[in-house]
Antibody
Framework: EVQLVESGGGLVKPGGSLKLSCAASGFTFSSYAMSWVRQSPEKRLEWVAEISSGGSYTYYPDTVTGRFTISRDNAKNTLYLEMSSLRSEDTAMYYC???????????WGQGTTLTVSS | QIVLSQSPAILSASPGEKVTMTCRASSSVSYMHWYQQKPGSSPKPWIYATSNLASGVPARFSGSGSGTSYSLTISRVEAEDAATYYCQQWSSNPRTFGGGTKLEIK
């Protein structure tokens, strides 16, 4: 059974940093591109990062470029999202998701919550 | 970026009714993916590549469309279909989602 389990969320002050983790199991992690998708309190979904299966390629939308870094450790079956210069608008539930263009996001974790507030 | 506009924002239907929700893209996309989300849960894959039902999705659901216009149809709505449905495109970066259609059952 495919499982994606996020952790690391919390309350952070504006300008602060945080690192999220996503532990994957039930599939060959190193064979799949992985992404982070967030959902705002208003329930809007936004893709925030993607990394290729081997980790060589990363992609971000303009809203987080330069502030967020996605990475992975295929030996540990773990995906990461390092976030810095956090803003109130980064407050959201952050989901780890497996996906590709032909299938969309076919597995999602349960999410971890980030709140950016002073 | 490609903006996805979903309509209606809220759809109210009685059990047994046929319903259709639409997703319009600001530029042409190759295909559309759809997700179902219920309160307190993660989004679930529902329809992929425009018309393919994800595993476990009832046959009363169907998807269609091309170019800039896509739709999700439920042939006979059931109470368990109450949820928010989101469309999503993967044709260009950034990947984008629609704002969702909330289906309410009367």
């Amino acid at each position: 059974e495919v499982q994606l389990v996020e952790s690391g969320g919390g309350l952070v002050k504006p300008g602060g940093s945080l690192k999220l983790s996503c532990a994957a199991s039930g599939f060959t992690f190193s064979s799949y591109a992985m992404s982070w998708v967030r959902q705002s309190p208003e329930k809007r979904l936004e893709w925030v990062a993607e990394i290729s299966s081997g980790g060589s390629y990363t992609y971000y939308p303009d809203t987080v470029t330069g502030r967020f870094t996605i990475s992975r450790d295929n030996a540990k079956n773990t995906l990461y999202l390092e976030m810095s210069s956090l803003r109130s608008e980064d407050t959201a539930m952050y989901y780890c998701a497996r996906g590709q263009d032909s299938s969309g996001y076919d597995y999602w974790g349960q999410g971890t919550t980030l709140t950016v507030s002073s | 970026q490609i903006v996805l506009s979903q309509s209606p924002a809220i759809l109210s239907a009685s059990p047994g009714e046929k319903v259709t929700m639409t997703c319009r893209a600001s530029s042409s996309v190759s295909y559309m993916h759809w997700y179902q989300q219920k309160p307190g849960s993660s989004p679930k894959p529902w329809i992929y590549a425009t018309s393919n039902l994800a595993s476990g999705v009832p046959a009363r659901f169907s998807g269609s469309g091309s170019g800039t216009s896509y739709s999700l149809t439920i042939s006979r709505v059931e109470a368990e279909d109450a949820a928010t449905y989101y469309c999503q495109q993967w044709s260009s970066n950034p990947r984008t989602f629609g704002g969702g259609t909330k289906l309410e059952i009367k």
